[in-house]
């Protein structure tokens, strides 16, 4: 498992830092994938579902796999890792997509959509869910009453919906059976202002025949079986579903509980503000269609004719009553029909015929999917009404939208009518959108980088759309309609035969179109789909009867007359039109002709927005948790198109990404990067990581072979660099530079640990030391000049030293014999023992030697090691062998002289007598195996015998092995064995070789050592001149009996102490070092040298702060930039499209004034509705009141008199700072409408500011792009631009007085207004400023002013 997490970390797409800890399986783009084949895009979705990684993307289009369960990766903590970042930075995530959709909104000031499409039960409505939620998280606006109200209903009209429109099927306990357009509108600083739903295609047929095994929509389960007593009293509701014939087909579902669920759904209609009078109609409607479905046939002789009657009427009076419809109407239009034929002479002759069974039956069910289509479309009115923007001095051009789509996904069946091929069509329209945007964006960004680019070529499904909905010639739809047409007095049968064979006349010679025994084939891009034609025409009437239309208006309840305003309107019309004698243009609105009308609006509106894609696919067909079905997978990645997806990303380039990134990323693969500051461009910098890149690639240190690919870096056809992208077209290359970092990653890694612990240790021991100096100067120590104040490093063994080479090696092989290897090596340092000579060395030789050894200190034991040669196998070597192993514990203390050398004695606690070796012992313990229990070898395999192998004990384990598995000998003086005794060949130089007794050590950094032991284990300190040392009576005892020092005896302190004296008795010479006085000087100098290099360092951090701020201001004025470009480029595209064709662009706000003026529902379509509805505009609330909603007029403009201010004094215009730029842009709040305002010019916001308009907490200075929120205060310069009183203009000097002239005759007295404008006025001081409520300071004048505004505006 390690191997594949490893192999795999180059796949990871994340950030940083973060991709080091996080494992994500497969690949997060699989435009990066080696094989984009259906089962290899499915391979990569099925390993991250199994590791809880659901979301995938192909470029910019999510692929999002339903786990079947809970994930905890939503909410606002998960939001806020998505907010104000690059999707490239984040794991894959509908938050990222929602967010990309959010900042390009308020970025680019243009409207965005997001397509989420998919089969049932593959998540579409639980990600749209997470998108709204999302975006009412990150919006702007928090704390405004008003905008908390938009974001609620945001949320609750997601429930509220669903358990209109959502049910069970087969493949889904939440289905949504209708598709939805949410259009959530904004301004253009992301503050909620509203929003407008479009729901299409709502499934009416499941009211009258939901399928087996499937249960009808949600809310008539949750009235039947969660309304209170008295609620069901008044409805007259049966006591379960399984009384009604349209609930009994699925009575449960797991995991749903219908009670719990309506108080939700009463919840929600409260929250969104669906008055008391409507939320009744609602439970009246529902009421009414269950009793409908109720009502049962037989035949009845009418005359020559067949009729029918009513086998039990009460069910039919229960509904009369619910929805105020009269009794003996609605029989008769139950029993018969009116029908108008045209008679001799242009006159229309009407009759009534009678109905069959089969016929009232049809009748009945058309009313009720009448009856529930607008009671949706309510629902819908409902919402858009509380989502209505309101006036706050803004008109809708302001308003800028984010729409999700979610809609049904691409559908096949065993049997498919006339609701899949509308599904399918719609589809297939979404699919050609999908791939021309998605080529256009690739092409558009080739050419923006200006790199070179071939074109890519794919398959255009505008043939297959063509096919369905073309005049010339007529496609499928318009056949339908046609026939239904000429047709339309005759049985549904006859008509669906007519059309076949119409149909397949008109594209007998169309490639994809197929005609079969029950119906026709179209070729669709994601599949054959055979289509039943048999019951198409009935489908595409949609119509209900005008008799039966006649039975609802009459109804007593306005509030249900008010849902069908839109049918008496068009009757109305084609009534008046009538009786005009003109000709009828418009035809029949049938369910086709609609799906085509709003089909080609719902492409018109994605079209003039900015679109984000999510494809869900629905793992497996059992619901099981994180399961993939292969089979069913891949059939989904067919039919979504994903590897048309993958093919048409790769066409360019597999990689891509801006210059600043890339080198954020891989800066590491090159020295001039990294870690030296680079301080070029991004570009350049993008430059040298190639070029290191690709001779790495070319390098023979590239030992995986996928390092290879790095060398086709170096392609100028494989590798492009744009004006501020780099491209690489090989997915292997980027995997190859992701696993060149990996390995960087991990040389750094280590680097890094190391130099942590190293730091961590300079800390410590500069605290330890301190403490230490103050134990030497307490027992009169004196120092050596270089061991004051050194610093720790803990490890001081060399690897490039010969003679110690393999150290480290064979330490690991004891640590881990010990069990001591996880731990951490607290010391390690090359020393040497000081031992005597024996035997009794001669006269005028030292008594003693020094032996090189390796000390290792662990949290747990004390090892010496020694480099000792051993024999195997005929051959000499030597290795590192185990001397002595001491645990911490039984060090007992530690003794220093008090000269200034380098030795220490280690106290050994424990048995220093002669131990004799005991086997009883080790059998008693079961180590010693008996002769009579091994028969053979167990590493050479040999049978032990007389004549076959010997059998020899091993020493260290008492385990039997023959001869040669046993050549070499070793001492055990801890066990008694003080003679070589045999061992096994691998447990050479595990064990202690020496005996028990005090340790003589002379190392250079005895002072480390000392403090490592005191802190590890309180080991107690002594210092003496005369060291009495206690030995083993082991005639393997080799360590002096004392230790005498001579102080000043020595020259060098770097020179070995000369041993003199017996072998009794050592005599050893010291240096005579420093006082403590001189080493707290030196310590000081230390700690002032460490003071200046942490200043250095933070004065090194701050400047590199510095450039990195001013390299990225520089990156956000290029990406603003190109965002002034892009919103110029798609000017110019709009303007040349609307001179091509003659006319001007529809806007969105334009498109949200023009649809739904008149206040009611629109009708819906066919057994998929469609129904399309705009909010009326100004926001108005529904009425608690039975009569249709009508606009309410404007209320009356406010005339306020008022004296007008006096006029401001003439001043010199302000001087603009040099750090300000009169002609940037700047955004502003309206202190009293709360409207954003701007872009505004300087000397404008001077003005505003002044006049006592601008909200002076809340303002947005400079920016091209709006970032954030800042005060005044915040901005000094800025501040005191604001602020700076202008000087005032001296007052013009007086006029010589006028000669005199013969006086005037006498006049009326002038007025006192008069007597004030004639005098001259002087020129006035500044009034004394005065505080206003939001902060700012304004004269006495203004702020009058501004009490008559806030007067004007009923504060």
Known sequence: EKKKMVNRRSKRGSRGSEDLLVFRPGVDDMTLLTKSDPPGIMANLKERLEARCIYTYIGGVLVAMNPFTWLEIYGPEAAKRYTHVSRLDVPPHVFAVAEEAFRSMTDEEESQCIIISGESGAGKTEASKQIQS????????????????????????????????????????????????????????????????TNYLLEKSRTVKPGTGERNFHIFYQLVQGADTNLRKNLGLAQGADQYPTLSTCLTVDGHDDGEDFRETKQALDDVGVPANAIHLAYRAVAACLALAQIKFKPLQVGDAEGNEIIDASPLKLAAQLIGLHYDTIINAMATRRLETMAAGGKKEKYQVPLNPTQAALARDALIKSLYSKLFDSMVYAVNVALDPPEIGQDDEDLLSIGVLDIYGFEIFDKNGFEQLSINFVNEKLQQIFIALTLKAEQEEYVAEGIQWKEVKYFNNKIVCELIENKKPPGVLLVLDDVCKQMHSRP?????????????????????????????????????????SSGFAESNRDELRSDLLDVILASSDTSLVALYNDDVQARDLAAQAEAAGQRQKTTQRTAGRKIREQCSDLVSALMICEPHYVRCVKSNENKAALNCDDERVTHQVKYLGLPENVRVRRAGFAYRTEYHRFLERFKVLSTRTYPAEWTGSDKDGARCIVEAATKLGQSSFA?????????????ASDTQFGRTKLFVKQPEVYFALEKAREHKFAAYASKI??????????????IIQRDLARKYSSIGKRRRASSVDRPYLSDYLRDDDAAFRGARRGLHAILKHYNDDEGRILFLDPLTRILRKNPTPKKDTPPGFFLPRVLAVTSNALYLIEKCSTEESGAKHRVWQLRRRLELREICGLIVSRAADDIVVLKVRGERGFIKADKKALIDSGKWQKNADIKVCPITGKNFGLLSAKRHHCRASGRIYAAEACETRQTFPDDGWHQPERVSDALVGLHSSEPREDIALSLERRSELVAVLIKANNIKLRGENLIDLEVSAS???ITPKSLEFGIGTAKLESRPPQITGSIDKFQLDAPIGVDETAAQAKRQRADDRRARRAEARRQERERRRQRDAERDALRREERRKALREKKARKAAEREARARAAGATIISGSARRRGIGRSGGASSSSASGSVATYSAPKPQQQIRDTAQPIRQPAPPPTKNISSKPPPPMLKTEPPKVPSQLSAASEYYW??????????????????????GGETNNDCLVYAAGVVEEWKTIGQVPILAEYLAAKPKPTPPKPKPPPPAKKPPPPPAAPPSSSQQQQSRPRPAQPVAKATTSSNGGSVNSELAAKLARRRAAAGE
């Open 134 to 197: 999302y975006l009412s998280i990150v919006s702007a606006g928090k704390g405004s009453k008003e905008v908390e109200r938009v974001k609620k209903v945001f949320l609750e009209s997601n429930p509220l919906l669903e358990a209109f429109g959502n049910a069970k099927t087969l493949r889904n306990n939440n289905s949504s059976r209708f598709g939805k357009y949410f259009e959530l509108l904004f301004d253009r600083f992301g503050t909620p202002r509203g929003g407008i739903v």
């Open 492 to 532: 549904g049968a006859q008509i669906d035969a007519k059309f076949l064979d119409t149909v397949a006349s008109c594209h007998s010679s169309h490639r994809h179109f197929i005609k079969t025994k029950q119906g026709f084939t179209i070729k669709h891009y994601a599949g054959d789909v055979e289509y039943n």
């Open 703 to 715: 030992d995986e072979p996928i390092l290879k690919h790095l060398a086709a870096l170096g392609n």
């Open 753 to 766: 640990a190391r130099s942590w612990r190293k730091a961590n240790d300079m800390k410590e021991s500069i």
């Open 1035 to 1037: 005639p393997l005892s």
């Open 1229 to 1250: 709040q309206h202190l009293h409408t709360g409207a954003q305002c701007g872009p505004s010019t300087l000397a404008e916001l001077k003005a505003k500011y002044e």
